[in-house]
Nanobody
Framework: QVQVAESGGGLVQPGGSLRLSCAAS????????MGWYRQAPGKQRELVAT???????NYADSVLGRFTISRDNAKNTVYLQMNSLSPEDTAVYYC???????????????WGQGTQVTVSS
């Protein structure tokens, strides 16, 4: 079974940095678009950043210039480097991936369980 799992969340002071990781594992033929989403209390889940298999990046305006998404295709892993963090970045961050399972014929969408990022002094 395909699994997607995040790691790297935690508590950080305003202006600090944090690096999130997300790995897809299991019976996988290929991983296509991967991305990060976040959800703050009382708000809808929103796009943070996405990256295609060939490295094309897309960012929400709110994080552009502060966050950087990257990936390692050999490890089926996506990263999110977060710099200049502010309290407004506090949320549960979710990994999302389009994956072709070994038992399938087309990509299916998978979500991680989420990792908490708290920015507070």
């Amino acid at each position: 079974q395909v699994q997607v799992a995040e790691s790297g969340g935690g508590l950080v002071q305003p202006g600090g940095s944090l690096r999130l990781s997300c790995a897809a594992s299991g019976g996988i033929l290929g991983v296509y678009k991967m991305g990060w989403y976040r959800q703050a209390p009382g708000k809808q889940r929103e796009l943070v950043a996405t990256i295609t298999r060939d490295g094309r990046e897309n960012y929400a305006d709110s994080v552009l210039g502060r966050f950087t998404i990257s990936r390692d295709n050999a490890k089926n892993t996506v990263y999110l480097q977060m710099n200049s963090l502010s309290p407004e970045d506090t949320a549960v961050y979710y990994c999302n991936a389009d994956v072709i399972p070994r038992t399938g014929w087309a990509p299916a969408n998978y979500w991680g369980q989420g990792t908490q990022v708290t920015v507070s002094s």
